[in-house]
């Protein structure tokens, strides 16, 4: 559930998980936003190839990026989603609002996690997310596939 969801319509939820989220825009984050939705209003597609390879670089950490196999499969479902409509490019998103006063008024209680490599949302920014919302705590992680380095309670 997207922390927004918490704002709008808290009945919806006991707890929560946000991921990869922010309280603030940045410029960083809002970039591939607003360029796709420029290049989606211009009615504009990618090559599937090349839309993959945009993906590949945005999502993935450095340590899935060393490894040759996971790359190629990767590289294969951003394509096909690509191919599909369904990739992110497809439907995209606004930028992130600017929400510090509002998280406040949060009542769930989430529990936000943040990725090192994630770089559209570093974990830094998690941990502002969960210091803006009342008791919520914080975990970030190296990757998904290491261990946790930080809790913030």
């Excluded at 191919?83 to 998103?93: F, I, V």
């Excluded at 989430?110 to 949302?121: I, N, R, W």
Aim: a neutral charge; proline letters at 12%.
């Amino acid at each position: 559930m997207p922390v927004v969801k918490l704002l709008t319509d808290p009945h919806l939820a006991s707890g929560a998980l946000p991921a990869a989220t922010r309280v603030l825009p940045g410029a960083v984050g809002d970039a591939p936003a607003r360029a796709e939705a420029a290049y989606a209003e211009a009615g504009s597609r990618l090559p599937p190839e090349y839309e993959a390879f945009v993906r590949l670089a945005q999502n993935l950490s450095p340590r899935t990026l060393a490894d040759e196999a996971s790359v190629a499969a990767w590289l294969d479902l951003f394509e096909i989603a690509a191919l599909s409509g369904t990739s992110a490019a497809h439907r995209p998103c606004p930028p992130a609002p600017n929400r510090p006063a509002a998280y406040a008024r949060i009542t769930t209680h989430p529990l936000v996690v943040g990725f090192a490599d994630d770089v559209p949302a570093p974990a830094h920014l998690g941990r502002e997310v969960a210091a803006a919302v009342p008791g919520a705590h914080c975990t970030g992680r190296r990757t998904p596939a290491t261990s946790v380095w930080s809790r913030v309670h």
